[in-house]
């Protein structure tokens, strides 16, 4: 398969006293590995192999993060008490609602 787009991140894992590979775009796969290195490669082969196979089987392979489009707009329903508090705080701060949420949500 040609390279992928994929979105990898490495971590240490206190359980498994290992580093830990892991795929946003394929969740359920991860590979463990003594190293950050080896861990790359070793969940970038297990996602190559899983593509493979899902490429044999006419499966759709996920669309890389990368790849996609955002608008910059989502919505997220808050309970009133929460959106009421962060109206008095962007006053209070003189910014728009919007402005104070974005500033939460990077963070």
């Known amino acids: ?23 946003a775009e394929f969740p359920s796969l ?18 190559d192999d899983v593509m493979r196979d899902m490429h044999k089987k006419g499966e759709a392979i996920p669309e890389p993060i990368s790849s996609r489009h955002f608008s910059g707009k989502f919505m997220v329903r808050v309970p009133p008490q929460v959106h009421q508090k962060l109206a008095i705080q962007a006053a209070e701060f003189g910014v728009s609602l919007n402005r104070l949420a974005s500033a939460k949500l990077s963070q």
């Open 30 to 47: 991860s590979w463990l590995a003594r190293t950050p290195e080896s861990a790359l490669k070793g969940i970038r082969k297990v996602v």
């Open 1 to 23: 398969m040609k390279k992928d787009k994929f979105t990898y991140r490495v971590t240490w894992s206190d359980d498994d006293n290992e580093h830990v590979g892991l795929c």
